[in-house]
């Protein structure tokens, strides 16, 4: 008798155990391009220029009883794009760059979060890029090319995800408009809002949350936020609001993406990019502040597709300097139209652009140029900017060569140092915190990390 009892209070422990270990809750945050130095990097920018933060500048993550790294290669290169990096984040299976939610011989690869819909949880998605851009898609999409945006688009609105956010709808060789996108949605009985506050008053339907100006591709820069602008914070709130009110017992599953990050990354342009990174840690507070009211059931997981830029710190000698990079007040996309519009105004005076690299960059007033280097500037601006008007083409912007030169210099003196305008293949970041967190020591690679995430929620990824 004795021992029965022993065995049942024995099972009755087991069971208590693993349904309290089973997430109910769960986070996925992906930095597009977010590399450990990005992450190493924002502190550091953050200790020396937000003097004003808490706990200097700490991010909200870094301190996560997991901290780890894991390879991301994908199946055709060592050095992976986001659709092949996606695809393994999404489903566990490596494939070939440019193939979006497939594995490497074009055979759809269930996601998890369509293991999660089919179990009942409520499904979200966010990024502050297009909604129908690569690392968003592999978690609903199927195809050969990332490229086929009307086609990812579609598969959003057959799907399962209940609330998906992005800044925009890609419609390149779509033959659709963002507006017939936007009505296709409508049709499907999606409620599309372009005001994240309005997703408060949204009940029963799924929602389709996007960016004020359908044109515009992504989100501001952090940067460049006016007051009212939207942020990848703000969609991640009202995701976390929606999803939380949809919920069952069977709880919910939301993917956030900081896409943007990539974008200044492939740009070069450091103080752009620990914003976008100081954005992603706001927004994983948000999930931090929901798991200190659901502990138990809760699981957050941050990571990365890949590293972008090669981005050093320090180069050269044993110094850093990034108090150096303290008066940069807007992204280099943002110098750029500065640029432009003085072009426009025909001001092409070279003591207006000290001006203005002065306001935007602290160039000459806060940060010493030697000789050289205004020698240096002073001829991009009269062969490159008055005469030829020429250009830096990153993968995603087009900037005005002598802002990316200008960047460039400060970036230099601040002793920070990009070896790539494209994807390197260093081991991407992991952290984790939460249910289950430990069994994430056994991640290795990232197509382990879905499955990590599949054991700890009960739900069924191969
Ligand atoms: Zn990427």
């Keep these: 008798m004795k021992k029965l009892l022993t065995f049942v209070t024995l099972l009755l422990f087991v069971v208590a155990t693993s349904a309290a270990q089973q997430a109910k809750y769960i986070f996925y945050f992906i930095g597009d391009g977010l590399g450990i130095n990005h992450i190493h990097g924002t502190e550091l ?45 999404a489903s566990g299976v490596k494939s070939v760059n440019g193939y979006m939610g497939v594995d490497a011989e074009v055979v759809p690869a269930v996601t998890i979060a369509e ?12 990024t502050n890029v297009a909604v129908n851009h690569a690392t968003p898609s592999a978690f609903f999409a199927h195809d050969k090319s990332r490229s086929s945006y009307g086609k990812l688009f579609e598969q959003l609105l057959a799907s399962k995800v209940d609330f998906a956010a992005g800044a925009s709808i890609l419609t390149k060789r779509s033959g659709k408009s963002a507006q017939q996108c936007v009505d296709m949605a409508k049709e499907a009985g999606v409620e599309v809002v372009q005001d994240p506050k309005a997703v408060y008053d949204i009940k029963d339907k799924r929602v389709l949350l996007l960016g004020p100006n359908l044109k515009k591709q992504t989100l ?51 103080v752009t990019t620990f914003e976008e990174v100081n954005d992603l840690s706001r927004s994983v507070q948000l999930a931090l502040d929901f798991y200190a009211k659901h502990p138990k059931q809760t699981l957050i997981v941050i990571t990365a597709d890949h590293e972008t830029g090669g981005l050093s710190l320090g180069s050269n000698d044993y110094f850093m300097y990034p108090e150096k990079l303290a008066w940069q007040q807007c992204s280099m996309v943002a110098l750029t139209a500065k640029m432009r519009a003085m072009r426009n105004s025909g001001d092409l005076e070279w003591e207006s652009m000290k001006k203005l690299l002065t306001t935007e960059l602290g160039l000459w007033d806060k940060v010493e140029l030697s000789a050289e280097d205004e020698e240096l500037l002073k001829e991009c601006f009269e062969q490159d900017f008055v005469r030829d008007a020429e250009e830096v083409v990153s993968l995603y912007n087009h900037n005005e060569k ?37 069994l994430f020591r056994e991640c290795y690679d990232n197509t382990d990390i879905p499955k990590v995430i599949a054991k700890i929620a009960s739900l069924p990824l191969k």
Aim: hydrophobic share 40%.
């Design 45 to 89: 920018y953050n200790a020396a220029v937000h003097t004003d933060m808490a706990d200097n500048g700490k991010l909200s993550f870094t301190r996560f009883p997991i901290r780890s790294y894991v390879t991301n290669h994908s199946a055709s290169s060592l050095v992976t794009d986001s659709s092949a990096a996606a695809t393994a984040l």
């Design 115 to 126: 293991l999660a819909s089919e179990r009942g949880m409520k499904v979200g998605v966010a």
């Design 220 to 270: 501001e820069y952090a940067v460049d936020c006016k007051p009212g602008d939207h942020s990848i914070v703000d969609y991640t709130a009202v995701a976390i609001d929606y999803l939380e009110r949809k919920a069952t017992s069977k709880g919910f599953f939301l993917m956030v993406e900081a896409g943007h990050l990539d974008y200044c990354a492939h740009d070069n342009d450091a």
């Design 402 to 438: 002598l802002a990316s030169l200008a960047v460039g210099v400060l970036n230099r003196y601040a002793k920070i140092k990009w070896i790539s305008l494209d994807h390197t293949g260093m081991q991407v970041p992991l952290y984790v915190k939460g249910v289950g967190a430990e």
